[in-house]
């Protein structure tokens, strides 16, 4: 199970959107208070949650269960193959909804946005899924070309 390659990509997957989830989108400065984005919400300098919502936390936490469930399933691999990708394509709603928060914080009059490392990682993350998926393939492929010759 942990020796198949598709079993690594979903790991690092998983753990790729755990870091997304947990870390810092971007910050902005606003006047003389600095405000942090991440996965739970909008916090300013002093720590105090003033607006956002969990979404990105709440999908990719989602996501990287997705991805250690899938795991699981090397007995089931047209299940598998099918989790991948979905994990594939949610990873990337993932990045669309950062984007769209960065185009709301970029309408605001701030004065600096640095952007969190955390953001160059969740494409990683979708390459992961989608690999994933073509190395779940490829080994179907080959469980049914022996079933063949037997």
């Not at 909008?42 to 003033?50: D, R």
């Not at 691999?77 to 994990?87: E, N, V």
């Amino acid at each position: 199970m942990i020796q198949r390659v598709q079993s690594l990509y979903l790991l690092f997957a998983a753990l790729v959107q755990v870091i997304f989830a947990t870390g810092t989108y971007f910050t902005y400065q606003l006047t003389d208070v600095s405000y942090c984005v991440t996965g739970s919400g909008v916090f300013n300098s002093s720590g105090e949650k003033i607006g956002g919502d969990m979404k990105t936390l709440i999908l990719g936490i989602g996501i990287s269960l997705l991805a250690l469930i899938s795991i699981f399933l090397f007995k089931n691999r047209k299940q598998q193959i099918k989790l991948s990708r979905i994990g594939g394509l949610l990873t990337m709603a993932e990045i669309v909804f950062v984007i769209i928060s960065y185009v709301k914080v970029k309408e605001l009059p701030i004065n600096n946005v640095s952007i969190g490392y955390v953001n160059f990682i969740l494409p990683i993350s979708t390459l992961l899924f989608f690999l994933a998926a073509k190395a779940v393939k490829k080994d179907d492929e080959l469980v049914r070309s022996v079933d063949r010759i037997r």
